[in-house]
């Protein structure tokens, strides 16, 4: 894990391969289009109203949060970290990478294969 600033940052590569918390910090219509299975949406706008979701669900374990390319998710990594939400690491490359890896995704539309907007 390396420190880009202050921020907390992994690569795709090192995430965890199971049970660990991704958060999306997207538009709806970015998410709507593509998004790893797994992951909890919760748009940049929104956090500061909902970050209680996030403490319930990783209580005991870091929070990697991802966007397109890394930075809407920094400045969320940043802003949890400070507030003492949850411990929080930055996906670095974000959704663009992950697509671009062939990491897993889905869309909401069940007949459309997610994509990354």
Do not use: F, Q
């Amino acid at each position: 894990m390396n420190h880009s600033g202050d921020i907390p940052t992994i690569s795709i590569d090192a995430l965890p391969s199971e049970d660990y918390v991704l958060l999306d910090v997207r538009e709806p219509d970015e998410w709507a289009a593509g998004h790893a299975p797994s992951a909890v949406h919760i748009p940049l706008g929104e956090l500061p109203a909902r970050a209680g979701e996030l403490s319930e669900l990783a209580a005991d374990r870091p929070v990697h949060v991802v966007c397109r390319t890394g930075g809407r998710s920094a400045r969320a990594t940043a802003w949890l970290n400070a507030a003492g939400v949850v411990d929080a690491v930055n996906v670095e490359g974000g959704m663009k990478t992950w697509e671009a890896m062939g990491r897993p995704m889905v869309s909401d539309r069940a007949d459309v294969p997610g994509e990354v907007l």
